[in-house]
């Protein structure tokens, strides 16, 4: 259970509306925080403590008006490029409105994946860290929401691939929602124990999982990731097998909620 937080002001929530957003939220909610949840196009504010606003993080306009009166913000906002620039509006606005707690979520690898996605991660890491606000980040492994999307995608293929060595442990989205409020409504605690899910496994075997659970059939062709991303993943540095914080919900459990 989430412990009541003393102080008054919102909390500003980056992302709210998404996938991860949509869980964090209420949580708050429950903690007793009133929530201002900042996005694009904004939306009607209401009478339950959620309030919403638009802002543009990529571009800064919006920003200090979202940040008016905040002490914590969560930033969970992201995508597939940008992150890091997105960030440093954020931390400049952030630092001009007083901010006294900066929680960012990123992802495991940020600092060892060779793709442009994990090196704005990292960028945005940075930004977080030398902004001179007091900040915690928390790095999570891939959503089951993310492995189902690609497992969905591949299975309608003829012939589903199967990359050798490449292995994740996703983990439940519910489970990565408690973990941030928890660390927003506690005090900053710099960079954090990764976060997982309870198992790691091939993609080749999340794909039969997800095939099994539909009651499907797909026959299934090893691949082999070429370069410097490939050999990444089969060093597993895509994982934190060991002093990481472990979620409770596995890929079968949120398969059988989602699929079967």
Same mark, same amino acid.
């Given at each position: 259970?989430? #412990?009541?937080? &003393?102080?008054?002001?919102?909390?500003?929530?980056?992302?709210?509306?998404?996938?991860?957003? !949509?869980?964090?939220?209420?949580?708050?909610?429950?903690?007793? %925080?009133?929530? $201002?949840?900042? /996005? %694009?196009?904004?939306?009607? /504010?209401?009478?339950? =403590?959620?309030?919403?606003?638009?802002?543009?993080?990529?571009?800064?306009?919006?920003?200090?008006?979202?940040?008016?009166?905040?002490?914590?913000?969560?930033?969970?906002? =992201?995508?597939? #490029? =940008? @992150?890091?620039? &997105?960030?440093?509006?954020?931390?400049?606005?952030?630092?001009?409105?007083? +901010?006294?707690?900066? +929680?960012?979520?990123?992802?495991?690898?940020? @600092?060892?994946?060779?793709?442009?996605?994990?090196?704005?991660?990292?960028?945005?890491?940075?930004?977080?860290?030398?902004?001179?606000?007091?900040?915690?980040?928390? $790095?999570?492994?891939?959503?089951?929401?993310?492995?189902?999307?690609?497992?969905?995608?591949?299975?309608?293929?003829?012939?589903?691939?199967?990359?050798?060595?490449? $292995?994740?442990?996703?983990?439940?989205? %519910?489970?990565?929602? &408690?973990?941030?409020?928890?660390? *927003?409504?506690?005090?900053? *605690?710099?960079? +954090?124990? @990764?976060?997982?899910?309870?198992?790691?496994? =091939?993609?080749?075997?999340?794909?039969?999982?997800?095939?099994?659970?539909r009651g499907k059939h797909r026959l299934m062709l090893p691949v082999r990731m070429?370069? #410097?991303?490939? $050999?990444?993943? %089969?060093?597993?540095?895509?994982?934190?097998?060991?002093? &990481?914080?472990?979620?409770? !919900?596995?890929?079968? @459990?949120?398969?059988?909620? !989602?699929?079967?």
């Amino acid at each position: 259970m989430v #412990k009541m937080a &003393a102080t008054t002001s919102p909390v500003l929530v980056t992302g709210g509306t998404g996938t991860l957003g !949509r869980l964090v939220v209420p949580l708050l909610r429950e903690a007793g %925080r009133t929530v $201002r949840v900042l /996005s %694009r196009r904004g939306g009607a /504010s209401t009478d339950d =403590g959620i309030e919403h606003v638009a802002a543009d993080l990529l571009k800064g306009g919006g920003l200090a008006a979202a940040l008016d009166g905040v002490e914590t913000v969560l930033h969970l906002a =992201g995508g597939p #490029k =940008g @992150d890091d620039e &997105a960030t440093r509006n954020l931390v400049e606005a952030a630092r001009r409105a007083g +901010v006294q707690h900066l +929680v960012y979520i990123s992802v495991i690898g940020a @600092d060892k994946l060779p793709l442009g996605y994990f090196r704005a991660k990292l960028g945005a890491e940075q930004a977080v860290s030398e902004s001179g606000i007091p900040w915690t980040t928390l $790095r999570a492994a891939q959503f089951h929401d993310l492995a189902l999307t690609v497992v969905e995608k591949m299975a309608k293929l003829p012939v589903v691939p199967a990359p050798g060595g490449l $292995r994740w442990q996703p983990v439940d989205a %519910r489970d990565v929602a &408690a973990r941030l409020v928890e660390l *927003a409504l506690d005090r900053p *605690a710099g960079l +954090v124990p @990764d976060l997982a899910g309870p198992k790691v496994y =091939g993609l080749d075997e999340l794909s039969r999982g997800y095939l099994q659970a539909r009651g499907k059939h797909r026959l299934m062709l090893p691949v082999r990731m070429p370069g #410097k991303v490939g $050999r990444a993943y %089969r060093a597993g540095e895509n994982l934190t097998l060991e002093g &990481a914080s472990v979620g409770q !919900r596995t890929w079968e @459990d949120f398969l059988a909620e !989602r699929v079967a």
